[in-house]
């Protein structure tokens, strides 16, 4: 008896593709997908977008019978000295987005802090923050999915471990990057999956390498991808892995790669999927 194929939904960063939803969407159904995550479009963060634009844009995605698998917000890409209430007051916005484009998913970060600021001496003000935005997730319906970026409070594993374990909530998940991971120094499957795994909700398909911090595709770094894609499918993941390819440039807000690049790092993916035995859908 053949074993049944195991699932994923495929999603990806519609703005590393372009600016324009429409070439967004088109992109991401020539490569099989039904879902997109939406952090930008028209050039204007989703945070910023007016209702007209939330509506027009869910009007673009339903006329695709596109879904959304996350807003890909910037809440937490702030210093941490920042009162509570600025990233809780954009998380509502966040939340009204979710709401309009029919997503239960905010992906979101830990705060950033000074160059001559000790990381441990933020610990508490960061777990306040974290706490605040917990409370209007599950006020709202909604989960947040914490990202481990470089540079901010939970970058490493431990961190990110403690961020969950104190603000205890169960709006709060993880949203896995293995390049992030490999920019701070961090073996991701070797010293964070374990760790991890318990809180994981949400895979970003991105790759980088040890030797000079540079983003590659899927599979071609030293993100242990496929070792990271056979250990979920082994413990049932039937997620999303959202295609975040950064190979054109990265900047504070996000990266960008194009279309063609766009697809190199699908092709890249779905080689690494094909390993390990996992579709999309």
Same mark, same amino acid.
């Given at each position: &008896? ?7 939904? @495929? ?16 992109? &991401? ?47 937490? $890409?702030?210093?941490? /000295?920042?009162?509570? !209430? ?16 029919? /997503? ?16 441990? /001496? ?7 923050? &974290? ?13 947040? @999915? ?14 990110? @471990?403690?961020?969950? !374990? /104190? ?27 374990? $760790?991890?795994?318990?809180?994981? !909700? ?30 979920? $499918? ?12 950064? @190979? ?34």
């Amino acid at each position: &008896m053949s074993t049944p194929a195991v699932e994923w939904e @495929l999603s990806g960063f519609g703005d590393e593709i372009d600016d324009d939803p429409k070439i967004q969407i088109a992109v &991401m159904q020539a490569l099989g997908a039904n879902h997109i995550e939406v952090r930008s479009a028209w050039g204007t963060n989703i945070v910023d977008l007016d209702n007209a634009q939330l509506g027009e844009l869910k009007s673009l995605l339903d006329a695709a019978d596109m879904k959304v698998s996350a807003i890909a917000s910037p809440i937490g $890409k702030v210093d941490v /000295s920042l009162p509570v !209430e600025h990233e809780v007051e954009r998380l509502r916005r966040a939340v009204n987005a979710a709401h309009v484009l029919g /997503s239960r998913y905010i992906r979101i970060f830990s705060f950033y802090y000074g160059e001559d600021v000790a990381v441990e /001496s933020i610990r508490d003000d960061v777990i306040e923050r &974290m706490r605040a935005l917990a409370d209007v997730a599950e006020e709202s319906g909604v989960v947040l @999915l914490h990202e481990n970026e470089k540079d901010i409070f939970g970058d490493i594993p431990e961190r990110i @471990l403690d961020i969950i !374990e /104190s603000v205890d909530s169960p709006a709060l998940k993880l949203a896995w990057d293995a390049a992030n991971f490999v920019q701070v120094g961090v073996k991701p499957f070797d010293e964070g999956y374990a $760790k991890l795994r318990p809180h994981l !909700e949400y895979l970003q398909v991105k790759d980088a390498l040890f030797s000079n911090a540079t983003v590659v595709p899927a599979g071609e770094g030293d993100g242990d991808v496929l070792r990271t894609v056979e250990a979920l $499918k082994a413990d049932g993941y039937t997620g999303f892995a959202s295609l975040e390819p950064h @190979l054109a440039g990265a900047h504070g807000l996000g990266g960008f790669s194009g279309p063609t690049a766009f697809g190199i790092a699908a092709r890249a993916f779905a080689k690494v999927l094909s390993e390990a035995g996992v579709e999309t859908k």
